[in-house]
């Protein structure tokens, strides 16, 4: 829509290990070492801390809000922890009442947690505090630490959720790995698959996605470089910047 280049890939490895009870450790710590969501030390990685910056804070925009009575559809600002967390699935040792009122109680703490984390930790608003630490943020929602991880340790569903090591002053950090941004010096979004199911309806939903706005923007552009006397080239730029101003 916005006219500018970007891809969805696929990347195999077969060293990765595979996420399952039992192999969490070993898991996350071959995701620890490909990929990253925190902002990285200046003194100590100047470029990347650069390159961080730069290109992988997200800023709500209309597209975040294109979904109805979603905030945001790309689910930021994600959830702040000191380390990786593999959420697992309830026991099915668990009577469904049970699941009932422990997953009510989980998403009643992460949702205050999202909401006061989306009001005080999103770089694109004026209150924007730095300096905020967890226990602060978790401190004005009346959440305690202990509850926040417990609820955090918790999938909503039968499958695992990943919630990579992110810092209070990461919850608006887009997924990234080393190479790939220093290699594309651009945004990069780097999600583990570890359901092969939801990878497939995902690659299917792009490769077959309908066209219908880019179209019409295109049209849009024309009317009005012919309404304006302008070629097309000067057409085309001027009615795909005004679309993303």
């Known amino acids: 829509m916005r006219g500018a280049p970007h891809l969805h890939s696929l990347i195999w490895t077969s060293a990765c290990p595979e996420l399952t009870p039992g192999n969490e450790e070993t898991y996350v710590r071959y995701i620890e070492k490909h990929v990253q969501a925190h902002l990285p030390?200046?003194?100590?990685?100047?470029?990347?801390?650069?390159l961080v910056s730069m290109y992988q804070k997200h800023n709500h925009s209309r597209s975040c809000k294109k979904y109805k009575n979603i905030p945001c559809r790309f689910n930021f600002?994600?959830?702040?922890?000191d380390e990786t967390v593999v959420s697992k699935p309830l026991s099915h040792d668990v009577?469904?009442?049970q699941k009932t009122v422990i997953l009510?109680?989980?998403?009643e703490l992460l949702s205050a947690v999202k909401q006061r984390s989306n009001e005080k930790l999103d770089p694109g608003k004026t209150n924007y505090d730095s300096s905020l630490t967890a226990e602060q943020l978790l401190a004005s929602c009346k959440v305690s630490m202990q509850d926040y991880k417990w609820a955090?340790?918790?999938?909503?569903?039968?499958?695992?959720e990943l919630h990579l090591k992110r810092p209070v002053d990461s919850c608006f950090n887009s997924?990234?790995?080393?190479?790939?941004?220093?290699?594309?010096?651009?945004?990069?979004d780097l999600q583990p698959v570890f359901n092969h199911y939801k990878c497939i309806t995902y690659v299917c939903s792009y490769f077959s996605k309908?066209?219908?706005?880019?179209?019409?923007?295109?049209?849009?552009?024309?009317?009005?470089?012919k309404a304006n006397n302008l070629n097309v080239k000067e057409g085309l730029k001027k009615g795909?910047?005004?679309g993303v101003s």
Do not use: H, M, W
């Open 175 to 188: 997924n990234y790995f080393e190479a790939g941004i220093k290699g594309f010096r651009a945004n990069v």
């Open 240 to 242: 795909f910047y005004k």
């Open 41 to 50: 030390e200046r003194e100590n990685e100047p470029e990347l801390y650069e």
């Open 104 to 107: 009510i109680r989980r998403n």
């Open 95 to 97: 009577s469904e009442e």
């Open 77 to 81: 600002g994600q959830f702040f922890t």
């Open 210 to 225: 309908d066209e219908t706005e880019f179209s019409e923007a295109i049209k849009n552009a024309a009317k009005e470089a």
């Open 152 to 160: 955090l340790s918790i999938s909503p569903d039968d499958e695992f």
